[in-house]
Nanobody, 115 residues
Framework: QVRLVESGGGLVQPGGSLRLSCAAS????????MNWYRQAPGKERELVAN???????NYADSVKGRFTISRFNPRNLLYLQMNSLEPDDTAVYYC?????????WGQGTQVTVTS
């Protein structure tokens, strides 16, 4: 059974930083592309960043240069380092993986950027 558990969200002022973590279990983590999505109030869920099994990364234009996705395969961990946070980054952030012909999501972690 695939399980994804996010952590690290919180309340931060504009310009601040947070690091999100996603702990994965139930799959051979190292072989899968891992994704971070977010959903802001009243908006559709959107892809923020992803990282392939070989470490190649991809970012939404809105976060390029500010966010960094990384992974630590020995512990099945996915990270999202978020710097220079803006109010528009306020959203619930989700970890995601496509595996075993299915799509799996974590429960999400709330990030709120406000002064």
């Amino acid at each position: 059974q695939v399980r994804l558990v996010e952590s690290g969200g919180g309340l931060v002022q504009p310009g601040g930083s947070l690091r999100l973590s996603c702990a994965a279990s139930g799959l051979n983590f190292r072989i899968y592309t891992m994704n971070w999505y977010r959903q802001a109030p009243g908006k559709e869920r959107e892809l923020v960043a992803n990282i392939t099994s070989s470490g190649n990364t991809n970012y939404a234009d809105s976060v390029k240069g500010r966010f960094t996705i990384s992974r630590f395969n020995p512990r099945n961990l996915l990270y999202l380092q978020m710097n220079s946070l803006e109010p528009d980054d306020t959203a619930v952030y989700y970890c995601n993986v496509r595996a075993f012909s299915a799509v799996f999501w974590g429960q999400g972690t709330q990030v709120t950027v406000t002064s």
